[in-house]
């Protein structure tokens, strides 16, 4: 759970900040090469371990990244570290 107040608002009622175009741009990007790399897995008979598509689980989890990369994104840039002792 978020410790400061504002944050913890954000977290309950879901207002998170929208991803920038470049991250949407990102985000689409993954999920076309997790398509290619979904749908060649099944095509081609070399990417199989067995009977198990490998090339094609590794596909959807990186769509899955994508998508999740595209809505969401990323909160923002981090805030510098404290210098320590």
Do not use: E, N
């Not at 997790?34 to 989890?61: D, Q």
């Amino acid at each position: 759970m978020p410790r400061t107040p504002s944050s913890r608002r954000a977290f309950v009622v879901g207002r998170w900040r929208a991803p920038s175009a470049r991250r949407r741009l990102q985000g689409a990007a993954l999920f076309v090469i997790g398509l290619a790399m979904l749908v060649s897995g099944v095509a081609f008979k070399a990417t199989m371990i067995g009977s198990f598509p490998i090339l094609s689980v590794i596909g959807f989890v990186v769509m899955f990244c994508g998508v999740v990369l595209r809505d969401h994104g990323a909160a923002g840039r981090r805030r510098p570290r404290s210098r320590g002792i």
